[in-house]
């Protein structure tokens, strides 16, 4: 599977950016996706994760009431529609896939399959 990332930018604080992650090659329908997301000198961290269905969804602290994760009705793209952006969101967004349904979804080795990153640049 080959994950594609974009919508990533620069933006005002309070603004808001929806990412995108087209998914290619994929050889079974199945697939929990995820954006995590990674500022500089810190490790990877967790935004949201989505099930294959899209009715399960789950959030990490930072996005809870300002994130939405949702997906296409083919399954072909995962959205990361961002709200209210802080400074502190400032960072590069990976999108992630993996269809092992024995795995979770908050660890970033709960995804075999990762996108190249999409820089988000929240201005003060």
């Known amino acids: 599977v080959q994950l594609q990332a974009s919508g990533g930018g620069l933006v005002q604080a309070g603004g808001s950016l929806r990412l995108s992650c087209e998914a290619f090659?994929?050889?079974?329908?199945?697939?929990?996706g995820a954006w995590f997301r990674q500022a500089a000198g810190k490790e990877r961290e967790f935004v949201a994760g989505?099930?294959?269905?899209?009715?399960?969804?789950y959030y990490g602290d930072s996005a809870q009431g300002r994130f939405t994760i949702s997906r296409d009705n083919a399954k072909t793209t995962v959205f990361l529609q961002m709200t209210s952006l802080m400074p502190e969101d400032t960072a590069v967004y990976y999108c992630?896939?993996?269809?092992?349904?024995?795995?979770?979804?908050?660890?970033?080795?709960?995804?075999?399959?990762w996108g190249q990153g999409t820089q988000v640049t929240v201005s003060s």
């Open positions: 992630a896939e993996d269809a092992d349904y024995r795995l979770g979804y908050g660890k970033v080795n709960d995804y075999g399959y």
């Open positions: 090659g994929r050889t079974t329908e199945s697939g929990r």
């Open positions: 989505i099930s294959w269905g899209g009715g399960l969804t």
